[in-house]
């Protein structure tokens, strides 16, 4: 298994420009999430998703928008990219099991990261 | 929102001694705690994990205990060895709308000096 991938491993953007971020996993994990993580301040989820078709937003969702149309697949798209959002940016996946009469999410599987620089 | 603290934010010991990292949380709700090693230039990769209703869970030279009163929880390495200089992530997880959403703590950066 490859687990979770990233591409690409790093991207340099210009203010205003938009691109996409690919994330795709084969464990066949129904839980992704996509998280960016700045100096100083660990990990913030920006959206997540449990299935094809489910999609939610995190702590940071401005500005980042994403969809789930496979379970393997959770692209991250920046419509219009702003300095504010040079980090670096890793998606994870997660199985689910039943715990205490509720769907229960536990180990992330996370990939290598993107880093992004918009200047 | 929830915040996670999380402290010291660099910590240096000698190989053979303990490292304790301590978290706390502030929303009761939460009921997951990981916590998670990131080597340089890598992903978080999960360590050790802990749910509300257990105190303490130990795997061979690491632990991790919770107090859900005070609302905090701590990792403890024992035998510190040059592999475990990482930066280390505690996080809380709870259920919000269709899954369950973790919040991070600004990572302790761990040196095990040989």
């Known amino acids: 298994n490859a687990g979770v991938t990233q591409t690409p491993k790093f991207q340099v953007l210009k203010t205003g420009q938009s691109m996409t971020l690919q994330c795709a996993q084969d464990?066949?994990?129904?839980?992704m999430s996509w998280y960016r993580q700045d100096p100083g301040m660990g990990l913030r989820l920006i959206h997540y998703?449990?299935?094809?078709?489910?999609?939610d937003q995190g702590e940071v969702p401005n500005g980042y928008n994403v969809s789930r149309s496979t379970t393997e697949d959770f692209p991250l798209r920046l419509l219009s990219a702003a300095p504010s959002q040079t980090s670096v940016y890793f998606c994870?996946?997660?199985?689910?099991?039943?715990?205490?009469?509720?769907?229960?999410?536990?180990?992330?599987?996370f990939g290598p990261g993107t880093r992004l620089t918009v200047l | 929102g929830e915040n996670v603290e999380q402290h010291p934010s660099t910590l240096s010991v000698q190989e053979g001694d303990s490292a304790v990292i301590k978290c706390t949380y502030s929303?009761?709700?939460?009921?997951?705690f990981p916590w998670y090693k990131q080597e340089l230039g890598k992903g978080p990769q999960l360590i050790i994990d802990?749910?509300?209703?257990?105190g303490e869970k130990k795997d061979q030279r690491i632990a991790v205990t919770l107090n859900k009163t005070a609302k905090h929880f701590s990792l403890h390495i024992t035998e510190t060895q040059p592999e475990d200089s990482a930066v280390y992530f505690c996080?809380?997880?709870?259920?919000?709308?269709?899954?369950?959403?973790?919040?991070f703590g600004p990572g302790t950066r761990l040196s095990v000096l040989p």
């Open positions: 802990i749910r509300s209703n257990v």
């Open positions: 996080a809380a997880g709870k259920w919000k709308n269709y899954g369950q959403n973790f919040v």
């Open positions: 998703s449990v299935g094809a078709g489910i999609t």
């Open positions: 464990m066949n994990h129904e839980y």
């Open positions: 994870a996946s997660s199985y689910s099991f039943v715990w205490q009469g509720s769907y229960s999410y536990n180990e992330q599987f």
């Open positions: 929303d009761s709700a939460s009921n997951y």
